[in-house]
């Protein structure tokens, strides 16, 4: 089972990104998944979060109205788009698949996760 994050990069502050996070090894289509982020010195945080069906979308509110998470079943991906980036999104993304049924909101609830891509915003 592997989950491969990927799209992340440099961009400078106002500008877009689109993360993608592929799954292989079996299919999480029934599963919640969602986004998380790690900057340097700081704890995982959640980004977003979508149902297994795509139906429900959950976003911290540093994410609200700048982000947009989304999901092809059909391709075993999962995307984040990051619009009107700022200096303070610089992290390490990560995508996770919820397995236990506890707040979507916290990375313990999740037990499989990606490598993780940078995005780094310059301002």
């Known amino acids: 089972v592997q989950l491969q994050a990927s799209g992340g990069g440099l961009v400078q502050a106002g500008g877009s990104l689109r993360l993608s996070c592929a799954a292989s090894g079996r299919t999480f289509s029934t599963y919640l998944m969602g986004w998380f982020r790690q900057a340097p010195g700081k704890e995982r945080e959640f980004v977003a979060a979508?149902?297994?069906?795509?139906?429900?979308?959950y976003y911290a509110d540093s994410a609200k109205g700048r982000f947009t998470i989304s999901r092809d079943n059909a391709k075993n991906t999962m995307y984040l788009q990051m619009n009107s980036l700022k200096p303070e999104d610089t992290a390490v993304y990560y995508c996770?698949?919820?397995?236990?049924?506890?707040?979507?909101?916290?990375?313990?609830?999740?037990?499989?996760w990606g490598q993780g891509t940078q995005v780094t915003v310059s301002s």
């Open positions: 996770a698949v919820r397995v236990y049924s506890s707040s979507y909101s916290s990375d313990t609830s999740y037990a499989y």
């Open positions: 979508i149902s297994w069906s795509g139906a429900a979308t």
